[in-house]
């Protein structure tokens, strides 16, 4: 897929969707360890909870035993094996739950051996009160008793005291976590949000570019498009048909017709004269061969005249080598024909003029030459030196206006005839001229 932004813009996308992607995977990571650790927070306070519960059971119990043996309340049996039971699931919750702390398992080690101590003092109570009761009361506060008891709960507090400690510790490291990730979670939240910024205004550069070089597109696509409609030749294309798919302004004002009766309407063979129409029929199929025109001259009726046009052409070919369209140039040269016409005309005129004065113009030098010549013959030996000098002088120019006649006749029929290569002595048109020259400087003179 072709990606259309611009690099910086593509680089700041990435870095700020790197950056999205770490902060859900910050988030994940600190919900996961924050879990971990509010278990770990509730599996304390549930330790706690436990430890709270057997001191306080055994509290509850020491003070029954001291009224079972002040007064002769025999229900303390029934209490005592209620609160046994109930301490029994606490020791075995607690000990399940602080089963990976050695340090806290070995006073649970400690705090069974002096319950099971304490058991037996209670079973002895029990058996005593129910011979005598001063016996029963000489247990309770003796010696062994009352250390057993302090024992117990130094070894309870000191399991509270680590618990608690441990709460504090993971407490403390929850609420590090908790601002490391703050922390953490609006360093990004800030980066993430000057990314986006820096990309808002790189975007909008970026599109501004944009908009500014659709803009000069679209300029230089008027100015093309002026130029194609309004450029002194026509311009078309036609199809594999010949029909007419694309034409230019001049080319149609040329015709006389609008665009939208032309376009994709007409082949460009209906534009035509008859003559040119046959023309057509032959070059066209020639065209998709081959692939172009050379100066084809066509003829075009309109509704003032006849236009004149040259066509040159190339093709657009598919990869079999089919017409999709062509590429046509037409200029008008209805004016050059014209003036083509007209010097023909003008030709034809001079060359019948030419004609018509060197024949009126040679019947009086075939006189002059003809009367001369006689005279030259006849009566020569009646004219002196210079007389027949000037005699001479009348035949030869008279001979030479009859040249330039019979020049001026062929100069004129020149346009009509093929050019040939010929050879001239250039020496004895030289001489010829040499002489020409020094004659009439003589005559001068």
Known sequence: MKVYFDRKVLVGFFLALGILISLGIFSYKNSRTSNVTSRWVTHTNEVLYDMERLHSIHLEIEYELMRFIATDDTTFQSFYGDKLKTATEHFLSLRERIKDN????????????????????????????????????????????????????????????????????????????????????????????????????????????????????QIASREIKDLYDNAPCGYHSLDGNGTITEMNQTWLEW???????????????????????????????????????HNLELEIPSKNNTLFVILNATSITDEKGNLIKSRSTVFNITERRLAEEKVVETNNELEAFTYSVSHDLRAPLRSIDGYSKILQEDYSSKLDEEGNRILQIIRRNALRMGQLIEDLLNFARLGRKELEKTRLNMNALVDNVKQELMTNDSKRN
């Open 255 to 293: 015709i006389g017709l609008e665009r939208d009766d032309v376009i994709n309407k007409m082949t460009f063979m209906q534009l035509l004269t008859p003559k040119s129409q046959e023309v057509y029929k032959e070059i066209f199929p020639l065209f998709k061969v081959k692939g172009h025109i």
């Open 102 to 217: 050695a340090s806290q398992r070995a006073r649970l080690d400690s705090i069974s051996m002096l319950g099971r101590k304490k058991l037996d003092i209670i079973n002895r109570v029990i058996i005593s009160r129910a011979h005598s009761l001063d016996s029963a009361r000489k247990i309770v506060p003796s010696e062994y008793n009352k250390v057993l008891l302090l024992r117990l709960k130094t070894v309870i507090e000191e399991m509270q005291q680590a618990e608690k400690k441990l709460l504090e510790q993971r407490i403390a490291e929850n609420h590090q976590e908790v601002s490391k990730f703050y922390a953490t979670f609006l360093t990004l939240l800030v980066a993430t949000v000057a990314i986006m910024s820096i990309l808002f205004f790189a975007i909008n550069a970026t599109l501004k570019s944009r908009l500014n070089a659709e803009r000069a597109l």
